[in-house]
C-alpha cells in the first residue's frame, strides 16, 4: 500500500506500520544486542545478516556486507541502522 505525498506519508510505502518496500537508494539494517555479547544485523528486504562484537565492528561489517551484496552499480547509497531493544518488564 501506498501512502499518497499529499496525505503526509511522504510516499513511503508502509504495510501495517512497517515498511514493506524501500527507496532503492538506502537499506535498512535491524540491530540486536547478541544474547552471547557484541550485535548482530539485519537488512530488511534483503538476505544480509552479520554480526561483530563491538558497534564501529558491526558498522564495518554492515558496509562489508553490503559491498559484497550488491553489484557496484546498484548499491544503495545510504545504509541505515535501527537499533532494537527488547526489555521484558514484570507486571
Do not use: W
Not at 527507496?23 to 545478516?49: K, R, T
Request: aromatic share 4%; hydrophobic share 40%; proline share 7%.
Amino acid at each position: 500500500m501506498m501512502i499518497p505525498m499529499d496525505q503526509g506519508g511522504g510516499g513511503i510505502p508502509r504495510q501495517g506500520g512497517i515498511i514493506s518496500a524501500m527507496p532503492d537508494s538506502e537499506i535498512i539494517f535491524s540491530v540486536l544486542e547478541s544474547p552471547e555479547g557484541g550485535y548482530e544485523a539485519q537488512a530488511l528486504g534483503h538476505d544480509i545478516f552479520t554480526q561483530g562484537e563491538t558497534m564501529d565492528e558491526l558498522r564495518e561489517m554492515v558496509r562489508d556486507a553490503v559491498r559484497c551484496h550488491f553489484d557496484e552499480n546498484s548499491a544503495p547509497a545510504v545504509i541505515r541502522l535501527h537499533m532494537v531493544k527488547d526489555e521484558v518488564l514484570p507486571v
